[in-house]
Antibody, heavy 122, light 108 residues
Framework: EVQLVQSGAEVKKPGESLKISCEAS????????IGWVRQTPEKGLEWMGI????????RYSPSFQGQVTISVDRSIRTAYLQWSSLKASDTAIYYC???????????????WGQGTLVTVSS | DIQMTQSPSTLSASAGDSVTITCRAN??????LAWYQQKPGKAPNLLIK???ILDDGVPTRFSGSGSGTEFTLTISSLQPDDFATYYC??????????FGQGTKVELK
């Protein structure tokens, strides 16, 4: 069974750094792109970027390029989303997700993590 | 950037009704269009990909159609479990995806 299990909720102050995780199981980790999606009440769902664990090839949405870093650790089957300096506007739920099949486009998501709530407040 | 516009934002309907949600793109995206259902506190659930292909296990009362820049999601005979928010998404291999703003289907 494919599972994406995300790290728990975080409360941070503006300017702090943060790295949240998404641990994958139930499939060959390096064979599928993993994506990240942000959700806020104001903007809804936003596609942030995707990474191919086999070679760490990463594609960012222009809106998130330079704002976050997506990475993987193949040894522990985990993808990460990282900020170096958080802003209040980063407050959101963040989901990791994966396509159903290697024959699907990597950017359409059939499997989702449970979401990680990130709250940034002074 | 590709922009996606959904309509309506809210749709009031009764169980048993047939409803249609429209999604328009500002450029041709055919056939790279997906539809998701999301319930409060849960991750989105993929319903349809490539504009009209039902994802695994999705009931056949859901259907998708369209081409070019205009696409529709139809739910025939709404069930109580279908009251939720629906999002369209354009996607393409390796190109950043974009979601629509969502359509809430609520009980009339």
């Amino acid at each position: 069974e494919v599972q994406l299990v995300q790290s728990g909720a975080e409360v941070k102050k503006p300017g702090e750094s943060l790295k949240i995780s998404c641990e994958a199981s139930g499939y060959p980790f390096t064979a599928y792109w993993i994506g990240w999606v942000r959700q806020t009440p104001e903007k809804g769902l936003e596609w942030m970027g995707i990474i191919y664990p086999d070679d760490s090839d990463t594609r960012y949405s222009p809106s998130f390029q330079g704002q976050v870093t997506i990475s993987v650790d193949r040894s522990i089957r985990t993808a990460y989303l990282q900020w170096s300096s958080l802003k209040a506007s980063d407050t959101a739920i963040y989901y990791c997700a994966r396509a159903r099949s290697v024959y699907d486009s990597p950017g359409v998501f059939a499997y989702w993590g449970q979401g990680t709530l990130v709250t940034v407040s002074s | 950037d590709i922009q996606m516009t959904q309509s309506p934002s809210t749709l009031s309907a009764s169980a048993g009704d047939s409803v249609t949600i429209t999604c328009r793109a500002n450029q041709t995206i055919d056939p790279w269009l997906a539809w998701y259902q999301q319930k409060p506190g849960k991750a989105p659930n993929l319903l349809i990909k490539r504009a009209s292909i039902l994802d695994d296990g999705v009931p056949t009362r859901f259907s998708g159609s369209g081409s070019g820049t205009e696409f529709t999601l139809t739910i025939s005979s709404l069930q109580p479990d279908d009251f939720a928010t629906y999002y369209c998404q354009q996607y393409d291999n390796y190109y950043p995806g974009t979601f629509g703003q969502g359509t809430k289907v609520e009980l009339k």
